[in-house]
């Protein structure tokens, strides 16, 4: 005798079927982000490898300007396209995942600029083989909530990599952190915003 499905078990179906329809749209807004890590890691990998390149090779006055100045110009370009995409490039309505995340990374700006006000109230100057590692650990601290937002394991190893290479940098001196920080971003940014990519552009096939 063939059985139907009560009311509650067809409720408790459409409820499964919406959960799982939920998290693929957060998951595919996630993916639709790709070019922020891409960027925001490019950026990082490529300003910390020639602090790097500064720090350990003997450079001319005007070479050192113009790294310098590199520097900030990418930092201005990337904060006012971040904030164009976010707020006027993306679709007016935000879920509650996006808005979770973004109070998450807002956070950990912040908290990354507090680290330098704290420590040199502290120690009397800006101790920035202490700060890198502290700031890594926050970084790390993002990736892996943020992973853990939208269900997506490879940004939470993304989070624990960046750990690792905090503790890592804590047992080197400044100049060695500037490219064991360069080599980090590079493998938790640009790595995953890649994937990210090729799995945004598979699923629009």
Sequence with gaps: MESKATPREMSESELLKTLKTAVSTSRQTLYNDWILLVLWGTSFTIGYFLMYYKSTRIVVWWERNIIDTLNILAAILLIGFTVYYLYFRKPKYSTY?????????????????????????????????????????????????????????????SGVVMWIAAVLCSRFEL???????????????????????????????
């Excluded at 493998?187 to 990210?196: A, D, L």
């Design 97 to 157: 995942t996006a808005i979770s995340t973004r109070y998450v990374w807002i956070g950990i700006i912040v908290a990354h600029n507090l680290n330098v006000i704290v420590t040199k109230s502290f120690l009397q100057e800006v101790n920035f083989s202490l700060l890198h590692p502290l700031q890594m650990v926050l970084l790390g601290f993002a990736l892996f909530v943020t992973g853990g937002i939208y269900r997506y394991k490879l940004l939470s190893i």
């Design 175 to 205: 100049v060695d952190q500037f490219l064991i920080r360069s080599i980090a971003n590079f493998i938790c940014f640009v790595v995953p915003g890649i994937i990210m990519y090729t799995k945004s552009r598979s699923q629009h096939v």
